[in-house]
């Protein structure tokens, strides 16, 4: 499947969360947010550029269309995305390349793809903080777009009960 990458330059945060909501309605699969800006990715054959031009002139911001390269993160990217220690220490994320932190209470290895989260966006550390919270037992969590499986793993490391993972992306399951 050939995919488009677009990338709106040095973007606010709050901008890019807008942006990623409008472009999913537009049929856009998947985000990544750095330094650099927002990074979003479409499939070639939905790809409209003059739907594009509305966006762009309603937020003021400017866009550079190119054929993505689809598949694993390059060790470049990885470097970009170092472990990271969560819950007040509790929770140590890496991927598979990364050494091991033995000291770590709980410790997820991921499988670093382009579109899915290494654990450094606001939003899984406040999820993962929550999860670390909560005393279950005998409780089925849900983990919708489950990406990476960040939470969906911790889930199923700190409950008792079922954990279930879904996605409709096909490189969650790849």
Same mark, same amino acid.
């Given at each position: 499947?050939?995919? =488009?990458?677009?990338l709106?330059?040095?973007?606010r945060?709050?901008l890019?969360?807008?942006? #990623?909501?409008?472009? !999913? %309605?537009?049929?856009?699969?998947?985000?990544?947010?750095?330094?650099?800006?927002?990074?979003?990715?479409?499939?070639?054959?939905?790809?409209?550029?003059?739907?594009?031009?509305?966006?762009?002139? @309603?937020?003021?911001?400017?866009? @550079?269309?190119?054929?993505? !390269?689809?598949?694993?993160?390059?060790?470049?990217?990885?470097?970009?995305?170092?472990?990271?220690w969560?819950?007040?220490?509790?929770?140590? =994320?890496?991927n598979?390349?990364q050494?091991?932190?033995?000291?770590?209470p #709980?410790? %997820?290895? =991921?499988?670093?793809?382009?579109?899915?989260?290494? $654990?450094?966006?606001?939003?899984?550390?406040?999820?993962?903080?929550? #999860?670390m @919270?909560?005393?279950w037992s005998?409780?089925?969590?849900?983990?919708? $777009?489950? $990406?990476?499986? =960040?939470?969906?793993?911790?889930?199923?490391?700190?409950t008792?009960?079922?954990?279930?993972?879904?996605?409709?992306?096909?490189?969650? #399951?790849?």
């Amino acid at each position: 499947m050939k995919t =488009i990458e677009i990338l709106f330059p040095g973007l606010r945060e709050q901008l890019a969360e807008v942006l #990623i909501a409008e472009l !999913s %309605l537009l049929g856009y699969e998947s985000f990544w947010e750095s330094d650099e800006g927002l990074r979003a990715y479409v499939p070639a054959d939905l790809f409209d550029e003059r739907a594009l031009l509305p966006l762009s002139q @309603q937020y003021g911001v400017a866009f @550079q269309k190119q054929a993505a !390269s689809v598949g694993e993160w390059s060790p470049a990217e990885e470097d970009q995305h170092p472990p990271i220690w969560l819950a007040e220490g509790k929770v140590y =994320i890496r991927n598979q390349q990364q050494p091991p932190e033995p000291t770590a209470p #709980i410790s %997820l290895v =991921i499988e670093s793809k382009l579109s899915f989260g290494s $654990g450094h966006h606001p939003s899984t550390a406040l999820c993962v903080d929550w #999860i670390m @919270q909560q005393a279950w037992s005998d409780q089925t969590v849900l983990d919708v $777009g489950t $990406g990476s499986g =960040i939470l969906a793993l911790l889930a199923d490391r700190h409950t008792q009960g079922t954990v279930e993972g879904f996605d409709n992306n096909p490189w969650a #399951i790849e």
